[in-house]
């Protein structure tokens, strides 16, 4: 597009690729993105790893350089429990999370979006094992194994904070592992501030808050 050799170009870090020397001649990627997939027929991709460089014991103290390149995450949910059936609905669930620099923001967000939901149904449905002690009793296949359908994902606020790290590449740090582990102890514990009862064993099902209710009220 800007008829120049390939090392004649360079990024400005703000999403453009222009000429050395000539930043009035500037392409967007997204520009470059869409004229190689319907001019050309062909797609950008790229490949690529980053490892931490490893640490070792210092003889005299033993002391070794630690990693800092950990993402952190933080979770409120607000539900409702109705204490006669069990049945909970989660109402709104606020994520804020800190993975260093998000190098492709709108990319960050449907991770962090998809790894909510995630945790969601993995606090309030998804189980491979029966509820009762007779495995017959269990799902046979995924027809029978239950998930949360559009209309039982609750409304869903993602906050992401950037805090580059020095050990992450471009000072990014991994934000797909943790996305789905906050809601569980946040629902949890929203379950507990409805009716009182702690229910540590997933899914929290309908059965088990009555359970915890009845042992609640004998008890």
Not at 9 to 19: A, K, M, W
Not at 55 to 68: C, D, I, L, N, V
Not at 109 to 120: A, Y
Not at 158 to 182: H, Q, T, W, Y
């Amino acid at each position: 597009e800007l008829e120049v050799n390939a090392s004649d170009l360079e990024t400005d870090g703000q999403g453009n690729i222009q000429v050395k020397g000539a930043p009035q001649k500037s392409i967007s990627i997204f520009d470059v993105a869409l004229s190689a997939h319907f001019k050309r027929g062909r797609s950008i991709s790229g490949r690529g790893m980053f490892l931490i460089p490893r640490s070792y014991p210092e003889k005299e103290t033993g002391a070794m350089k630690p990693s800092t390149c950990y993402a952190h995450a933080c979770t409120v949910a607000e539900v409702e429990v109705d204490d006669e059936t069990g049945e909970v609905t989660v109402l709104t669930v606020k994520n804020v999370f800190e993975i260093g620099r998000a190098l492709n923001p709108k990319m960050v967000e449907q991770q962090l979006v998809g790894g909510s939901w995630m945790g969601i149904s993995h606090a309030l449905y998804e189980t491979t094992e029966p509820y009762y002690p007779n495995r017959d009793h269990g799902g046979t296949d995924f027809n029978q194994y239950l998930m949360p359908g559009p209309g039982d994902l609750a409304e869903t606020e993602i906050v992401v904070l950037e805090r580059p790290s020095a050990d992450g590449p471009f000072g990014a740090k991994g934000p797909g592992e943790m996305c789905a582990n906050p809601q569980i102890p946040a629902v949890a514990n929203a379950v507990f501030d409805a009716v009182g009862v702690r229910i540590d064993t997933l899914p929290i099902t309908p059965e088990r808050i009555l359970r915890a209710l009845k042992a609640q009220a004998t008890g």
